[in-house]
């Protein structure tokens, strides 16, 4: 996503408040006992300036099984 570069998430938020459009990034995460590894979900610095820039929502569902 922060490879598109900063005139892409310009351009994005442009045509979302010409067309009433949002940019969104939803990430689904399950966590299950047997996957001790889980850590979350990383979002490096490029990554938030981008969606900033894009003005995008940002929705994260976490599941956790027992």
């Not at 969104?24 to 001790?36: G, P």
Request: some cysteine; charged content about 25%.
């Amino acid at each position: 996503m922060a490879s598109w570069g900063l005139p892409i998430a310009r351009k994005f938020r442009e045509l979302c408040s010409e067309r009433g459009w949002e940019v969104s990034l939803i990430i689904v995460q399950e966590f299950r006992n047997d996957d001790v590894l889980e850590k979350g979900i990383p979002l490096s610095p490029e990554v938030v300036e981008t969606l900033a820039v894009a003005g995008a929502g940002v929705e994260i569902d976490q599941y956790v099984y027992h």
